[in-house]
């Protein structure tokens, strides 16, 4: 099925419906201003990939835009963030209070220790500087089907529907992908005002009509109410607090 015909689909089933990309762009653009110090965690090769003219004007407007990620050649291959470094979350490569954002998107599901990485964020962190992250929501449909296949076929599984290249796609542990989870986690790690925001998305499996209709209309009940809980993903906002 044609992109064409299956945003018609889209409009007709689920209207109203957003990819989660973009709803995480543009708290992000919200966030991202002329005197941000920005650090990109888990940057891989791009932050996003279908928006490299957004990508490119918001390091262009932050101050200060860094990027840090464990895969060097993909981090070496970034087309804007040119203040690269190879690190590990746990032991981030920057002093105290270098930075007033940071991000990370569709990381902290890989991540094994997040109570470690969490405080590494607060430690990088001025205060009053701000943490915002995007990760897929533990409840939704999409992960709880995944976490029934081995992760030995998981990983093989995912590329070929992403169109990754199966050296993107890494390991997921899901150790903070719930919203009481994140939101004690963070808390502890010494964030407050720790808001998390279930958003849903497109259908992964566009190229086959009835299962993106089948798709649609599960992701058109989770719009809803009493469907919020299984959204596909969680965009996750906190502060450091000032007198931190």
Known sequence: MRYAEYYALRRQLAPGLRSNQECYASVLDRLVTPTTRWLDAGCGHQVFPWAPELE???VERAAFAAGCD???PAMRKHPFIRRVASANLEALPYREASFTLLSANMVVEHIARPAAVFSEFARVLAPAGQVVFHTPN???????????VPER???????HIDGRPLEDVFPTHYR????????????????SDVHCLLVAS???????????????LILK????????????SMIVTATRPPGA
């Open 56 to 58: 490119a004007a918001l």
């Open 202 to 216: 497109d259908a992964t499996i566009q190229q086959f009509r009835w299962i993106a209709i089948a798709e649609l």
């Open 153 to 159: 076929y998981r990983r093989r599984l995912a590329s």
């Open 176 to 191: 903070a992908n719930r919203p009481r989870r994140i939101t004690r986690l963070l808390k502890e790690a010494g964030f």
């Open 138 to 148: 533990a409840w939704s449909y999409f992960v709880l089907a995944a976490r029934c």
């Open 70 to 72: 464990l895969d060097e």
């Open 221 to 232: 009940a989770t719009l809803t109410h009493w469907g919020r809980a299984f959204r596909a």
